[in-house]
């Protein structure tokens, strides 16, 4: 028990170190959800390394933000809730996986804004880079808060572990393809290595 609360507090430690270092961010980022998931961790700690994995995310998510030069999401939220009616320019809007991170989901949805586009195709990775799902989307998009969005739930039965990206590409005619990407975390799904 002792060892474990002492490894814990090494990779807190080192998590609170270098935050600053985007490639090692990562890393720790995926030695806190391994923590997380192992069967050897006392479920007491269980809550703080969830409040750790948490807190990077938020500070990931700010600071991509910050780079991009766009603004936070409450900003937007706040600018979409004055919409009165959906854009159907063709446009990247919102994209992001919800619930995130995937805490016990097997199948989160991926949301992507793209007003009114002809097609949309979808690419999950896993970590490792290999493919594991792809999508093509040609039915209507939904109106949600404003803005047309395509959703696609992941439907792999063999859900991956960890960090996972995907990739979008919108099409319609006359237009150049939008593209974008993102990242899924799978946590505690029930997939066995």
Do not use: W
């Amino acid at each position: 028990m002792k060892k474990i609360a002492s490894i814990a507090a090494i990779f807190f430690l080192l998590f609170m170190g270098s935050i600053g270092i985007s490639d090692a961010a990562d890393k720790r980022t995926d030695k806190l959800y391994e923590l997380y998931n192992s069967t050897s961790t006392p479920a007491s700690q269980k809550p703080r390394l969830k409040h750790f994995i948490d807190r990077r995310e938020r500070i990931e998510k700010i600071r991509d933000a910050k780079r991009a030069g766009k603004p936070t999401s409450k900003a937007i939220e706040a600018s979409s809730a004055g919409a009165s009616a959906a854009d159907s320019a063709f446009k990247l809007g919102k994209v992001y996986a919800y619930p995130y991170p995937a805490v016990g989901v097997k199948h989160p949805v991926i949301h992507i804004e793209a007003g009114l586009a002809d097609k949309v195709e979808i690419k999950i990775y896993d970590n490792t880079g290999k493919l594991v799902e792809e999508a093509l989307l040609t039915d209507p998009p939904k109106i949600i808060k404003g803005g047309y969005a395509y959703e696609h739930k992941f439907a792999s039965e063999n859900t991956p572990y960890g960090t996972c990206s995907f990739t979008a590409r919108a099409f319609k005619s006359g237009f150049d393809p939008i593209e974008t990407s993102g990242k899924i975390i799978f946590i505690n799904t029930g997939f066995q290595k």
